[in-house]
């Protein structure tokens, strides 16, 4: 069974960093190209960041460029979100993603568009505090 777990999430100051990790079972971590993805509550899901597959190319939102770093670690099977310099409007619940699209990530127009189903981990709270 492919299963994607996520953790690393928490309750941090503004202006302080975490690391998010995305970990695969049942898959390798570099079959699919993997997203983050965030939903506050009332807002709709946006995607923050994603890494190829095959080259290990990314891409951030505007929101999180120069901020957060996604890495990928084909040893220990798992996708980093380094985040740094948090602002409160950051909270949210993170999720991973593996997109069954090789389309995905190629291109910005891509970061939030993709075909299929992916598979989903259950998601980590982060809580910015001001």
């Known amino acids: 069974e492919r299963q994607l777990v996520e953790s690393g999430g928490g309750l941090v100051q503004a202006g302080g960093s975490l690391r998010l990790s995305c970990y695969a079972s049942g898959f390798k971590i570099d079959d699919y190209p993997i997203g983050w993805f965030r939903q506050a509550p009332g807002k709709e899901r946006e995607a923050v960041s994603c890494i190829t597959s095959n080259t290990g190319s990314t891409l951030y939102a505007s929101s999180a460029e120069g901020r957060f770093t996604i890495s990928r670690d084909n040893a220990e099977n798992t996708v980093y979100l380094q985040m740094n310099s948090l602002k409160p409007e950051d909270s949210a619940v993170y999720y991973c993603?593996?997109?069954?699209?090789?389309?995905?990530?190629?291109?910005?127009?891509?970061?939030?568009?993709?075909?299929?189903?992916?598979?989903w981990g259950k998601g980590t709270p982060v809580t910015v505090s001001s």
């Open positions: 993603a593996a997109v069954r699209d090789p389309l995905y990530c190629i291109g910005r127009y891509y970061l939030d568009h993709y075909n299929g189903d992916p598979y």
